[in-house]
């Protein structure tokens, strides 16, 4: 019996495209750009952000209003 070495293999799972496709399962609030299955999120309300603070700022720069504290 020989053994298939699995960086030689066309049936290895990181040259299988449809192993390596991710889900979408929603896009981020903040960013726009897509969330996968699996990614870390924050959800707020119905809505998804990933959990990076950039998204968490533009999330809420879209939500909130600018304002000058203690006017």
Known sequence: MQVENPFV????PIRDREAVELKVVGYCAGCGEEIHKGDDIIEIGNDMIHE???????????????NTAGE
Do not use: K, N
Request: with cysteine; net charge neutral; proline share 0%.
């Open 9 to 12: 293999s066309d049936r290895h």
């Open 52 to 66: 990076r603070s950039s998204c968490a700022y533009d999330y809420c720069s879209q939500i909130g209003f600018h």
